[in-house]
């Protein structure tokens, strides 16, 4: 039990519908990062949030998009959904942006677009 | 950029033996390096983490290894048991980024 809860476990969306997905970082992390896993790889970075703003972001395009909010929690927002985007959607938070910080992941959020 | 890759990508053996997974990475400029643990349909648990000043880790059976200038890592899991079964990941945490970058892991099953 990391402490960071994500919501839903699981969905299924149609292509080019949007959808987003809720993490709760575990108590006193400031930190949210988010990945997604496709089947048989290992996670990739989208972006990561410190104190409600965007501190890096990977090579994912600008219909992935993300909040954090005053009390830490997040979210992720995917629009114009692409069959491509089934995958684990993975929330980690730790304490500080900086190196040194352990990450804790969530369970994901299954996403399966038909 | 970095790149991640696990050594073997699956393995299988029995009860009691003493295993042996490689991380190797191409970027020797990293703060830290993460193993991470991840059963069938789950999320990702924290095993172990390597500050780069360091040379292993030790958390009960498991001990993890760091070699920054060759750019590999190893983890040794002792006296393997049936629930170590899982998929293991590596993740070196890079100088000037705050992503980990993950290998594609070592699936690993443990049969009585």
């Known amino acids: 039990e990391t402490g960071v809860t994500q919501s839903p476990t699981h969905l299924i969306k149609t292509r080019g519908q949007q959808v987003t997905l809720r993490c709760s970082s575990q108590s006193g992390h400031n930190t949210v990062s988010w990945y997604q896993q496709a089947l048989g790889q290992g996670p990739q970075f989208i972006f990561q949030y410190y104190r409600e703003e965007e501190n890096g972001r990977g090579n994912f395009p600008p219909r992935f998009s993300g909040l954090q909010f005053p009390n830490y929690s997040s979210e992720l927002n995917v629009n114009a959904l692409e069959l491509d985007d089934s995958a684990l959607y993975l929330c980690?938070?730790?304490?500080?942006?900086?190196?040194?910080?352990?990450?804790?992941f969530g369970e994901g959020s299954w996403l399966t677009v038909v | 950029k970095q790149e991640v890759t696990q050594i073997p990508a699956a393995l299988s053996v029995p009860e009691g033996e003493n295993l042996v997974l490689n991380c190797s990475f191409t970027?020797?400029?990293?703060?830290?390096l993460q193993w991470f643990r991840q059963d069938p349909g789950k999320g990702l648990t924290s095993l172990l983490l390597i500050q780069s000043s360091q040379r292993e880790q030790t958390s009960g059976r498991l001990n993890a290894s760091l070699d920054k200038s060759s750019g590999r890592s190893t983890l040794y899991i002792a006296a393997s048991q049936p629930g170590d079964s899982a998929t293991y990941l590596c993740a070196p945490l890079s100088y000037n980024t705050d992503k980990l970058i993950f290998g594609t892991g070592t699936r690993l099953q443990v049969f009585p």
């Open positions: 980690a938070s730790s304490l500080g942006a900086g190196p040194g910080n352990t990450i804790y």
């Open positions: 970027d020797s400029a990293i703060y830290n």
